[in-house]
């Protein structure tokens, strides 16, 4: 397997901010995941796991470590009507073209949602009140040295936004789906209606990493932050976005800290209390 040195951590996440990483992987399975695990752990490395890097903030400084990037490596798809065993690095996209030319449907408002499959468990994410977790059945994971655990729906404890498997030592390999059977054309159509939501609502052309802050309860934080009169605020090349008020996006050379800086205006501003979405890489 291929081990980068002083990969730059921008090129991987969706808001394109972040400096090198000492070491960066993409294992292609769960044999080459063991393998950078082995690596990381004879060298006293710094471990750091990610997704796609669509939810996630690298720091300026980048990574005193080894990174290890599963979307795009831990990549296939087995389908047995009406089930999915589906690789974490998968892309959202990706899964729901292969499950709708098989008729399988269910997860039709994760379109447009960018990202992996595991980064999507991982957090439970979701739209328009429906979450991914309510379609898993099982995960697939290991530990940090290499062994295997298989979690039953019952044990991962899905919630808004959340997961038994955040700030854990368990990295997910593959994730089990039961799905709907439907036909095809209607899978079609309404993954249609979603991507056009999506589209009138949010900033799509600009690099940004989606929500920044969960919603509060019984509210949705876009509202409450444009009601405080962030939107458009700009520190260096970090905005909140005027189309969203609970995007940042960066308009060319942002960096980690003005996006901080940003959040930290935010949650001054709005007088209450905002949960961060977002994750800011750190070690683990």
Known sequence: MKILRNEPLKRHTSLRIGGP??????????????????????????????????????????????????????????IHRPKAQVGSGVALAKLLFALAKKGLGGIEFMAGIPGSVGGAVYMNAGAWEK??????????????????????????GFGYRKSKLQNSQWIITDIVLKLRRKKRKLINKKIREYLKLRKEKQPLGTPNCGSVFKNPKGDFAGRVIEQAGCKGIRIG????????????????????????????????????????????????
Request: net charge positive; proline share 2%.
């Open 131 to 156: 979450w991914i977790g309510d379609f898993v059945e099982e995960v697939r994971a290991v530990d940090r040295t290499g062994k295997e655990r298989v979690f039953n729906k019952s044990q991962l």
């Open 237 to 284: 090349d970090a905005q909140i976005s005027s189309k969203h008020a609970n995007f940042i996006l960066n308009l060319g050379e942002a960096k980690a800290k003005d996006v901080i800086k940003l959040m930290t205006y935010i949650q001054k501003a709005v007088k209450m209390e905002l949960v961060p979405e977002v994750k800011i890489l750190t070690e683990k």
């Open 21 to 78: 990483a000492d070491y960066f992987c993409v294992p292609k399975n769960t044999d080459e995941l063991r393998e950078a695990l082995q690596f990381a752990k004879e060298r006293k490395l710094r471990l750091a796991i990610m997704g796609a890097g669509t939810n996630l903030l690298a720091l300026d400084s980048g990574f005193r470590g080894l990174v290890i990037k599963l979307y795009g490596g831990l990549n296939w798809i087995k």
